[in-house]
C-alpha cells in the first residue's frame, strides 16, 4: 500500500515525548512489511527548528519524510504549513490511505480535507489528547470550540478512530465528538537484549516528560515514608515544574534522596532502565504508557496508576503492581515491592514475555496492516458502487 502518515511533529524533535517515537516505531515498521510510507511533518521542534533539509524527502529507516516550514506565532503553535498544505492538495491522490496523528492541531484539518477531496479514507489517532481533564485544564473554551467546529466533521468522515489502549478509548468516549469505526492497536518497541547488569537497591525510576499529570507530586509524598528510598527523576520538563518539584522534596526532607536527571536518552536512558529497581508511573493520565513497555522489555517490574493505559495489562501478567497513585496506597506498593526480591525478578521476567508476544513493533505493524488492508478494500468497493 502507499501510506501517507500526517504528525505536526517528527524526528528529530524528541522533545515531544513518546508519541514521536511511537509514530515513527509504526511507520518504519509498516516500511519493513513492503509498505510505501511517508510521512508529512513540520521542522518545528520547541522554539526553535530541526535542523533537516526542507522541500526534499529524507529517508530515514526506509521511511520518506518530508519537512515543512512553519511560520511564527500563534500559527506556528498550530503547526500551520502553507507550504504543506499545498502538498496535500498535489499529492492526497497517489495515497491509499492516510494516517492522522493529532488532534486540534492544524495538520491534522489540512490533510483530512485533502483526504475527503481526494477520496482517499483516513484514519484518525488522538494519541491520548481526548482527555475530558486535559481539555479542562487548558484552553477548554477553545477546544471544546474546535471538537464542535472542526474536529466533529474529521472524525466523522473518517474511516475509523485508532486508539493505543481500553483506556485512550474509555477517557475519548467521555468528550462529545463522534467516534466511528474504533480500534485497538497499541504501541510497540524494539525487544532489546536480556538484562543483565545486578539492578540497585531501593531506587525507583521516573522516566518521561515532567508534567503534571505524571503524578510525580504523589510520588515525592509516598517516597517521604518509605525512608531508605531513593527516587531518579529523569525527563524533559518543558513546563519548568522541576523547581517546584525539589521545593516539595526539600519540604518533606527527602531532597538528598531525589535525583532530577534532566533529558536522557541512548546508553545513559538504557542503563536507568537496567539498573533501577523498579519503574513508577503514578499518572492522573496516560493514554498508553511507552515507558512502561520500556522497562518490561528489559526485565524491570513496574508500579501504575489505574489510569495507565497499560494498566490491565500489566495487572493480567503479573509484571507488576497496579495501585492508587494517592500517597499513602502507592506507598505501601511501594514497599511491598522493595522487600521482596524474588517477586521482582518473576514480574521481571513476565513483563518481557509479554512485551515478546505482544508488543513487538512487526507484530502491532501487522495488526494496524489488517485494518488498513479492510479500510481500502471498503473504499474502493464504496467508489465502485458510486461509480
Known sequence: MRLLHVVPTYLPATRYGGPIYAVHGLCRALAARGHAVDVFTTNVDGEHDSNVPLGVPVSLDGVQVHYFASPAGLRRRMYVSRAMGTALAERMSAYDLLHL?????????????????????????????????????????????WIRFVESHTFRKSAGIHFTAEREWEDARQVAIPLPAPFI????????????IPRLGDTLLFLGRINW???LDRLLAAAAVLPKVKVIIAGNDEENLTPALRAQAERLGIADRVDFRGPVRGAAKDELLRTSTALVLPSLSENFGNVVLEAMAVEMPVIVTPEVGLASDVAQAGAGIVTSGQPEPLAAAIGKLLRDPESRASMGRRGRELVAARFTWDRVAMQM?????RIVAANAAGLKTIQ
Open 213 to 215: 499529570k505524571k503524578g
Open 185 to 196: 492497536v497499541p504501541n510497540g518497541i524494539d525487544l532489546p537484549p536480556a538484562a543483565s
Open 369 to 373: 496492516e489488517e485494518h488498513y488492508l
Open 101 to 145: 496523528h493529532s488532534v486540534f492541531l492544524w495538520p491534522t484539518y489540512a490533510a483530512a480535507r485533502a483526504a475527503e477531496r481526494a477520496r482517499v479514507p483516513y484514519v484518525v489517532s488522538p494519541r491520548g489528547m481526548l482527555v475530558p481533564e486535559l481539555i479542562r485544564r487548558k484552553s477548554a473554551l477553545v477546544k471544546n470550540a
